[in-house]
């Protein structure tokens, strides 16, 4: 079989494509992937055997290109980074063609914590957009703001069963029935980062309830207090 390849391809503007991602791209045989993410290298997509895939019948398609890809190379691009918030995805890959090379991308998760001026390496990272439940990860969101973190996170969009939607306003109803004063926790909301489409929102935790946000939105909860090497004069002794 030729060579697979699982790769990011940046939150949705081309110019997030890394350069290795688009050589990978420019030297495959066949591309499958959803609409959304196509649309971000379709600039690259000229001569190439493109199929598109839904949710619903990625299952299929998956299986039915396994036995024609022979000798050629196949790319499954994931908008983002290819590491986060994909994982089923990727596991079943690597279960249908066995060796998958996983190329990472420029994660939303990356953008939005550059844009709200939040470091990743003092917040935490969550993701919502999962299938399984999210039970758990809605007390490590809890626990992540009680003991100070900033929390950048990905919502779960899910509007035709509601007890599994779980966007910023239901994240805000949560939070508060939770006794947490969402008035005083700022939040920011990003839809469609980076693109032509992009759209920012930011106040208090409690301005979200009510408020609707596409599924290509991520949210920083901004704790984050300002603590420059200023501060550790005594690394500077000797």
């Given at each position: 079989?030729?060579?697979?390849?699982?790769?990011?391809?940046?939150?949705?503007?081309?110019?997030?494509?890394?350069?290795?991602?688009?050589?990978?791209?420019?030297?495959?045989?066949?591309?499958?992937?959803?609409?959304?993410?196509?649309?971000?290298?379709?600039?690259?997509?000229?001569?190439?055997?493109?199929y598109e895939v839904t949710?619903?019948?990625?299952?299929?398609?998956?299986?039915?290109?396994?036995?024609?890809?022979?000798?050629?190379?196949?790319?499954?691009?994931?908008?983002?980074?290819?590491?986060?918030?994909?994982?089923?995805?990727?596991?079943?890959?690597?279960?249908?063609?066995?060796?998958?090379?996983?190329?990472?991308?420029?994660?939303?998760?990356?953008?939005?914590?550059?844009?709200?001026?939040?470091?990743?390496?003092?917040?935490?990272?969550?993701?919502?957009?999962?299938?399984?439940?999210?039970?758990?990860?809605?007390?490590?969101?809890?626990?992540?703001?009680?003991?100070?973190?900033?929390?950048?996170?990905?919502?779960?969009?899910?509007?035709?069963?509601?007890?599994?939607?779980?966007?910023?306003?239901?994240?805000?109803i949560y939070l508060r029935?939770?006794?947490?004063?969402?008035?005083?926790?700022?939040?920011?909301?990003?839809?469609?980062?980076?693109?032509?489409?992009?759209?920012?929102?930011?106040?208090?935790?409690?301005?979200?309830?009510?408020?609707?946000?596409?599924?290509?939105?991520?949210?920083?909860?901004?704790?984050?207090?300002?603590?420059?090497?200023?501060n550790y004069k005594w690394?500077?002794?000797?």
């Amino acid at each position: 079989m030729g060579k697979i390849y699982a790769v990011g391809v940046g939150p949705g503007s081309p110019k997030y494509v890394t350069e290795i991602v688009k050589d990978i791209i420019q030297n495959c045989d066949i591309i499958i992937g959803y609409k959304y993410t196509l649309k971000t290298i379709e600039h690259l997509l000229e001569g190439k055997e493109v199929y598109e895939v839904t949710m619903n019948n990625q299952e299929e398609s998956y299986q039915k290109i396994l036995p024609e890809i022979g000798e050629r190379s196949l790319v499954i691009p994931f908008t983002g980074d290819v590491n986060f918030s994909e994982s089923e995805v990727v596991d079943r890959l690597i279960e249908i063609f066995g060796g998958v090379e996983i190329v990472p991308g420029i994660s939303s998760i990356q953008v939005a914590a550059a844009k709200s001026k939040v470091p990743l390496d003092k917040s935490k990272v969550i993701t919502m957009h999962v299938t399984t439940s999210i039970e758990e990860k809605k007390l490590e969101l809890q626990k992540a703001l009680i003991d100070g973190f900033s929390v950048v996170l990905i919502p779960r969009p899910w509007p035709k069963q509601p007890d599994k939607h779980f966007m910023p306003s239901e994240i805000a109803i949560y939070l508060r029935k939770n006794g947490f004063d969402t008035e005083n926790i700022q939040v920011y909301v990003y839809e469609a980062i980076t693109t032509e489409n992009e759209t920012s929102f930011v106040g208090s935790v409690k301005d979200l309830e009510g408020k609707e946000f596409s599924d290509l939105s991520v949210m920083v909860f901004n704790q984050h207090i300002l603590d420059s090497y200023m501060n550790y004069k005594w690394q500077w002794k000797t």
